[in-house]
Every structure is written in C-alpha cells, then in structure tokens.
C-alpha cells in the first residue's frame, strides 16, 4: 500500500492552506478572550475553540507529513525539511522575544541580560522545552500568567510526532499490516489521554506526546487510506459529523471515535471546496499567527490598553500586528529556508 501511494494518486488542489488559517485564527481569538481578561473580548472564549483548533492542525500535520515522508527518498532529507520548516522561525521568535522583551521589563540593561532566568528561558526554549522555563525576568509578571509564548507547547509534541513518524512506518513495514498499528497506537493514545486527563487529574500531562497521538495518527491513517475514503466520501463524512454531534450529548471520554471523525470532516473539507484552494497562493502565515499572537497579546495586557482604550479596537491592532509578524516571518525567515532546501535538493539531483 505505502509503496503504491504517492502525490499522483492524491488530488493536488486542496484548501489546507484555508483550513490551517481558520484553525490558527481561532487559536488567536480564543487567546485574546482569555489573555487580555477583558470582559467585553470574554464572548471570544466562548465563540472559538483552541483545544479543538490544535487537534486539527495534529491531523492536517499526520497527513501531510505522512505524505511528505512517502514522498522522500531518504530518511535525512526528510529530517531536514521538517527541521527547515518549523525550527527558523521557532527560534527567531524565541530570541527575538528574549531580546526585545527587555523593553517591557523594569530592570536595567546588566540585570536583564546577566540575569539567570534569560539564559534559562533561551536554553529550555531553544530545544522545545518551554514549560520548564515560559517567562523572561520582570516580564508579564501582573498578568494572568507571566509566559511570554505559552502557545510553543504544541511545536513540542509536533516535533515529538515527526520524530516517531519513521518509527511508525517502519513497524508497518514489518507487520505488514497498516490498519492494525495505527490503530493500536490510537487507542493506547486515546488511553494514555484518559488516565492523565481523568483518572490522574493531570491534564497538562495528558496533553503531551503520546496523548494528542490519536489526531496524528487518524491523519496517517487518512492519507493512506485516502482512495477509499473519497469513494464513499458523503457516507463517511455524515458518520463523523453525527459522531461529532454526540460528543455534546454524551460526556467526551466515552467518545473513542472522536480524533478520527474529527479527521475525516477535516480531511474531506480540505478537497471537497474548490473556491479555496488557492487561499495560500500569496504565502502560507498560519505559522507566523500562530507563534507571534501570544506575546503580542500579552504585551497589550501588560500595559493596561484593553482597560484603557477601545477593547475591540485593541483586539484589532493585536490581530493586525500579529499578521505583520506573520507576513514577515514568512518572507524573510520561513521562505529563505524553504528556498535554500529546494534549491539545494536540486543541485543535489
């Protein structure tokens, strides 16, 4: 089956682009709501779901990335494109923050920069480990809390499921049986989930590799399942939503089909609207949103500017400001790299 896969077989016109942005703006919003603790800005907690919008990116991210290995003739370039997508911008966005948030700190130039808590946030942040050491010294220290990118968890479980990937092919090769380790791995996933969640009231555990693997897998499963699921795309599309349906009927944990109806509404989306498919067709800024939003937001509530000024029209210059960020992450980080790797693979061909 993994063999006979490739880009041919699957309809290259696709509005992944359009959902990634969708999901990556409800991340925003949700966080703008909850960051800024602006009473008039509270509806957008309640209107967009940031736990929902992360388990979709795990599943645009499985298939994807499934197809992206499949497509790789080996396994280092594989590595380095991974490596050229995601690690520029992190760390731009690490250090830039690191540096420039000295600005928002009442202490001096030596006391901030010789302070221990800046090399510590550098260091545990650089190799994605940013929740041994989320804040910077005097910075965000009145606000809700003091992180000053507390949305960079994610990146480590994504970089977790990139380096499992390979792993998880290369048991498939050997069992020969595809349908049977992925869904070994979601279930054992969607246990370990509900231990830490519910059983161990630990939820920011339950949260970590291997607890979203469920979503990154119904993405693998998808994409090399992806034939026979556009046969009959309408019927299983109706079983995902009514299946969907149900999680707010029945309490969530009894939900096991959760992670792969989510997957199939978002993978039969992303070929099913034509009008967006060429959404990205200027450049692709979910990634820039995604990782630049939060301290911008946390700035803003820093200073007081919801309390003090227009709370939507400051939700507006935050969302405009991110997008800045964003534009420039991807034409001066994010593309520079993806152009050196595209232009290096073909010299090297």
């Not at 050491?133 to 949305?151: K, Q, R």
């Not at 595809?178 to 161990?200: E, G, K």
Request: proline share 3%; with cysteine.
């Amino acid at each position: 089956m993994i063999n006979s896969l490739n880009n041919k077989q699957i309809e290259q016109t696709n509005c992944f682009d359009f959902l990634r942005f969708f999901l990556a703006s409800q991340i925003v919003l949700y966080h703008l709501a909850v960051l800024s603790q602006n009473e008039s800005l509270s509806f957008l907690g309640r209107m967009f779901n940031a736990n929902l919008a992360v388990k979709g990116f795990f599943i645009i991210s499985g298939f994807l990335v499934a197809k992206s290995y499949v497509n790789t003739a080996t396994l280092k370039m594989y590595f380095i494109k991974r490596v050229k997508r995601i690690l520029p911008a992190y760390l731009f966005v690490v250090f830039f923050a690191a540096i420039a948030l000295f600005f928002a700190s009442n202490l001096s130039f030596s006391n901030y920069f010789l302070n221990i808590d800046f090399y510590k946030y550098i260091g545990w942040n650089s190799i994605f480990m940013n929740f041994m050491h989320p804040c910077l010294p005097n910075v965000f220290n009145n606000n809700l809390m003091c992180a000053v990118n507390g949305s960079l968890w994610t990146l480590k479980v994504e970089e977790g499921f990139y380096l499992f990937l390979p792993l998880i092919f290369l048991i498939i090769f050997k069992v020969k049986r595809a349908l049977l380790v992925l869904v070994v791995l979601y279930l054992l996933s969607f246990l370990y989930w509900y231990l830490f969640d519910f059983h161990f009231n630990k939820p920011l555990l339950a949260k970590q590799f291997p607890g979203y693997l469920s979503y990154f897998c119904s993405g693998i499963f998808l994409f090399l399942y992806y034939e026979k699921l556009f046969q009959r795309k309408w019927l299983y599309l109706c079983f995902a939503v009514l299946a969907m349906l149900l999680t707010y009927k029945i309490n969530v944990t009894l939900n096991i089909f959760y992670p792969i109806s989510l997957g199939v509404i978002i993978i039969v989306s992303a070929y099913s609207i034509p009008i967006l498919n060429n959404f990205g067709r200027y450049g692709d800024f979910t990634y820039g949103l995604y990782i630049y939003h939060f301290p911008i937001i946390q700035i803003f509530k820093q200073y007081d500017l919801f309390e003090k000024y227009n709370p939507f029209l400051m939700g507006f210059f935050v969302l405009v400001l991110t997008f800045i960020f964003a534009i420039f992450s991807w034409f001066f980080v994010e593309k520079r790299f993806l152009a050196r790797y595209q232009k290096s693979h073909l010299n090297a061909s």
